[in-house]
C-alpha cells in the first residue's frame, strides 16, 4: 500500500525544506570559511618582523645565493639567521640613509641580536635538519617558495607529514618513520 501525506504532514515539510536548505547552505559556509583561515594560518602565515628585510632585493635584484646570509645550511640542522656582522659588512656604506638599515645598524652599534620571529615552526617530536636537504640537491625554493619574488616572507607549503611524504617519495628519500620522528 503506498505512503500517503495528510495535509498537515505536507505543511510540516513545506515550512522545514526551506530551513533545512537554509541551515546546509549556513553550514556549508561556515566550514568554508574556517578552512580558508586554517590554510590562511598554516601555509601564509606571514609575521611582522621588527626589521623588514627585502628578499626581492637580495636574493632577487642582487642574486646573492641563500647560502650567503643562512651560511649553515649546509653544515647544521638549521640554516641559522646571519649575524648582523654579515649585514653590516654591507650596509656599513650601501644604503645607510634608509630607516631598515639605521635601525639594523643601532643593533649591531648596541650589540643587541635581532628578534627576528619564525616563519616556520616544526613540532619538537620531528627532527628536520637542513644539512641533509642541501646536500641532496634540494633548493631552498621547494620548501620555502621563491623568496626572491617576496616582498615579506611568508609559508608557501604546510610541511606538514602527507607534503614531506610526498616529496620524500619523489625524491626517492627514505620514508621509514624514524628518518624524521625522534
Known amino acids: 500500500m503506498p505512503l500517503t501525506l495528510n495535509q498537515a504532514q505536507r505543511r510540516f515539510l513545506t515550512r522545514l525544506a526551506p530551513r533545512v536548505l537554509l541551515l546546509g547552505f549556513f553550514t556549508t559556509f561556515v566550514l568554508l570559511v574556517a578552512g580558508m583561515a586554517l590554510y590562511w ?11 623588514a628585510f627585502p628578499h626581492t632585493v637580495h636574493a632577487g635584484s642582487l642574486q646573492l645565493p641563500c647560502s650567503y646570509c643562512h651560511m649553515y645550511a649546509d653544515k647544521s640542522p638549521r640554516a641559522g639567521v646571519p649575524t648582523l656582522d654579515i649585514c653590516m659588512s654591507c650596509h656599513r656604506s650601501i644604503a645607510t640613509d634608509r630607516p631598515q638599515i639605521i635601525k639594523l645598524t643601532e643593533h649591531y652599534q648596541a650589540r643587541r641580536p635581532v628578534a627576528w620571529n619564525r616563519v616556520h615552526e616544526l613540532p619538537d617530536f620531528i627532527y628536520f635538519t637542513h644539512k641533509r636537504h642541501v646536500r641532496a640537491g634540494i633548493e631552498c625554493f621547494a620548501c620555502h617558495g621563491n623568496l626572491a619574488a617576496m616582498t615579506k616572507v611568508r609559508r608557501v607549503r604546510t610541511l606538514q607529514m602527507g607534503w614531506c611524504v610526498t616529496c620524500h617519495k619523489s625524491n626517492g628519500a627514505s620514508i621509514d618513520c624514524a628518518t624524521c620522528h625522534l
Open 41 to 51: 594560518w598554516q601555509v601564509q602565515r606571514a609575521p611582522e618582523q621588527p626589521i
